[in-house]
């Protein structure tokens, strides 16, 4: 059974650089994976983020970023601001149209 | 603008049915895939099921697989998921999302509570 790891909790400083990460319990994600990122605030629907790696989606700002680095998919937050403080998932595109999900990461700016 | 609304949940006692239904608008219907994800109280995502733009292939998580079926209506811009021998570990908001550039969900609906419970 695949297992998507993400770190359950994160912490950052107001302005701060924040980066989260996205990997497989056996093997290494690249972006033959398409990872993609969402945001989700309390009682809220996700919000897309990042798709096939590193693009932004429309209405995105630029202190989001996806990359690589590693044996994992990564997203940075540049900048961080009191809003950004949600959760944060991850998702891979498996084999046979199937999708897993990480477990997410908790944000906290402080 | 994309919009998706679920609408069809309810409390259902284990082992019963129910089937969720999310009205799409804004888009071409008939043109995208559509996903149905989930997530259980103060719990993370949960992958659920795909459908193809054409309703010729659906894909399912191993945890509904034989339970759950996925099906749209394009002439009605309107996706379903036909939910039977509903546990208590199916309890969740289910949300209806767009399969949209390179396997992302890229428009999601608020959600519909699911409680399955005696």
């Known amino acids: 059974q695949t297992v998507v790891t993400q770190e359950p909790s994160f912490s950052v400083s107001p302005g701060g650089t924040v980066t989260l990460t996205c990997g497989l319990s056996s093997g290494s994600v690249s972006s033959n994976y398409y990872p993609s990122w969402y945001q989700q605030t309390p009682g809220q629907a996700p919000r897309s983020l990042i798709y096939?790696?590193?693009t932004r989606s429309s209405g995105v700002p630029d202190r989001f970023s996806g990359s690589i680095l590693g044996n994992k998919a990564a997203l940075t937050i540049t900048g961080a601001q009191a809003d950004d403080e949600s959760d944060y998932y991850c998702a891979l595109f498996m084999y046979r149209d199937n999708w897993v999900f990480g477990g997410g990461t908790k944000l906290t700016v402080l | 603008q994309v919009q998706l609304v679920e609408s069809g949940g309810g409390v259902v006692q284990p082992g019963g049915s129910l089937r969720l239904s999310c009205a799409a608008s804004?888009?071409?219907?008939?043109?995208?895939?559509m996903q149905w994800v989930r997530q259980a109280p103060g719990k993370g995502l949960e992958w659920v099921a795909f459908i193809r733009s054409d309703g010729s292939s659906q894909s399912y998580a191993d945890t509904v697989k034989g339970r759950f079926r996925i099906s749209r209506d394009n002439s009605r811009n309107t996706l379903y998921l036909q939910m039977s021998s509903l546990r208590a570990e199916d309890t969740a908001a289910y949300f209806c999302?767009?399969?949209?550039?390179?396997?992302?969900?890229?428009?999601w609906g608020q959600g519909a509570l699911v409680t399955v419970s005696s």
């Open positions: 096939n790696t590193n």
């Open positions: 999302a767009r399969d949209g550039r390179d396997h992302a969900f890229d428009n």
């Open positions: 804004g888009f071409t219907f008939n043109a995208k895939g």
